[in-house]
């Protein structure tokens, strides 16, 4: 069974500093992973996926992961944090059976 | 386009009540999904449906059922509320490829069960 965690559930970063969400996943064959954000009161939004292709991939408002097969993470980052980055992030993973699965989430914090 | 909606924001039941959460999509959508959100637990996948007239169970499906009679509604039932069915309900729409498509979500459902 495909499975993925967040092993912080509460993330602090000063704001201007670098950001890094942590996210590691379990699947047989190759994943597909994505990151969604979540603000207060409101719906997920799409932040990223990796589906194929290069290790790097950048998304919506500065953000970006790395696919590492090796360490089977898919970490989220940003070279410098903004206050209006702070929400809750899922990581998810799919492979295959059209459903994602999704992490407990990270609440990252960015004090100003 | 108003994307994915949810109807409605907000609901008080009594346990054994029964209600309908609707979801409606206007992007032409193949599947839809509904998931519930809880504290700690992230979100857990209720039913879904990969097309007009299909559905299927999740990871936490007793208790609801679905419906898809129209391609661009997905309503959730629950048949005889109980207080563990007391949670953030958010539904979802993607397009032909499944898996890999991106997720598009409503703004969510809160449901309280006394």
């Known amino acids: 069974a495909q499975s993925v965690a967040q092993p912080e559930d509460q993330v602090n970063v000063a704001e201007g500093n670098p950001l890094t969400v942590k996210c590691t996943y379990s699947?047989?064959?190759?994943?597909?992973l994505f990151w969604y954000v979540q603000y207060p009161n409101r719906g997920l939004q799409f932040l990223l996926k990796?589906?194929?292709?290069?290790?790097l991939v950048k998304g919506s408002y500065g953000f970006e992961a790395e696919f590492n097969k090796s360490q089977t993470s898919f970490h989220l980052k940003k070279p410098s944090a903004l206050v209006s980055d702070s929400a809750l992030y899922f990581c998810?993973?799919?492979?295959?059976?059209?459903?994602?699965?999704f992490g407990t989430g990270t609440r990252l914090t960015i004090i100003p | 386009n108003a994307g994915v909606t949810q109807t409605p924001k907000f609901r008080v039941l009594k346990t054994g009540q029964s209600m309908t959460l609707l979801c409606a999509q206007d992007?032409?959508?193949?599947?839809m999904y509904w998931y519930r959100q809880d504290p700690g637990m992230g979100l857990r996948l209720i039913h879904y449906?990969?097309?007009?007239?299909?559905?299927a169970k999740g990871e936490v499906p007793d208790g609801y059922n679905v419906s898809r009679l129209k391609k661009q509604n997905f309503l959730l039932g629950l048949e005889s509320a109980a207080p563990s069915q007391t949670s953030v309900y958010f539904c979802?729409?993607?397009?032909?490829?499944?898996?890999?498509?991106?997720?598009?979500f409503g703004p969510g459902t809160r449901l309280t069960v006394l």
């Open positions: 990796y589906i194929t292709g290069d290790n």
């Open positions: 992007m032409n959508h193949e599947y």
């Open positions: 449906s990969v097309g007009e007239g299909t559905t």
């Open positions: 998810a993973v799919e492979r295959g059976n059209e459903k994602l699965t």
């Open positions: 979802a729409s993607s397009g032909p490829n499944g898996g890999t498509d991106t997720q598009y």
């Open positions: 699947v047989s064959g190759n994943p597909y």
